[in-house]
C-alpha cells in the first residue's frame, strides 16, 4: 500500500500564490508517476503537473507559466508551487500517482485532496 497526503490549500485572493505539499509513504518500490490533479465542481479530474516515468514533467495547458511542480526524492515529497492565480483555478487538488510496490505490482494511488479557493 501506499499513502499520499496533501497540505497546503486554502484560500486566496485572484493574483496570490499557494504552495502544495504531498508526502508519499509505504510500500514503494518505483515512483512511475507522482504528480498533482484537480477537479473542480461538474468537471472531469485533470492534469495540473507531474513528473513521469523518465524524469519529464507534464503541465496541462491552463497553468503552463504559472505553475511549477519540484520534488524532493529525499523525503519522497512532491511540491506544486502556484502563482498567478485566478478563480478558474478553483478545484479540490489531488495528489496522485502510479507506483509499484515490492509485489511487482502497479497500481495507482490518490491523496484525500486539498481544497484551494481563489476568490476574483
Known amino acids: 500500500q501506499v499513502q499520499l497526503v496533501e497540505s497546503g490549500g486554502g484560500l486566496v485572493q485572484a493574483g496570490g500564490s499557494l504552495r502544495l505539499s504531498c508526502a508519499a509513504s509505504?510500500?514503494?518500490?518505483?515512483?512511475?508517476?507522482l504528480g498533482w490533479y484537480r477537479q473542480a465542481p461538474g468537471k472531469q479530474r485533470e492534469l495540473v503537473a507531474a513528473?513521469?516515468?523518465?524524469?519529464?514533467?507534464n503541465y496541462g495547458d491552463s497553468v503552463k507559466g504559472r505553475f511549477t511542480i519540484s520534488r524532493d526524492n529525499a523525503k519522497s515529497t512532491v511540491y506544486l508551487q502556484m502563482n498567478s492565480l485566478k478563480p478558474e483555478d478553483t478545484a479540490v487538488y489531488y495528489c496522485?500517482?502510479?507506483?509499484?510496490?515490492?509485489?511487482?505490482?502497479?497500481?495507482?494511488?490518490w491523496g484525500q485532496g486539498t481544497q484551494v479557493t481563489v476568490s476574483s
Open positions: 496522485g500517482g502510479n507506483f509499484m510496490t515490492s509485489t511487482g505490482s502497479s497500481k495507482d494511488y
Open positions: 509505504g510500500n514503494i518500490f518505483r515512483v512511475n508517476v
Open positions: 513528473f513521469t516515468t523518465v524524469g519529464k514533467i
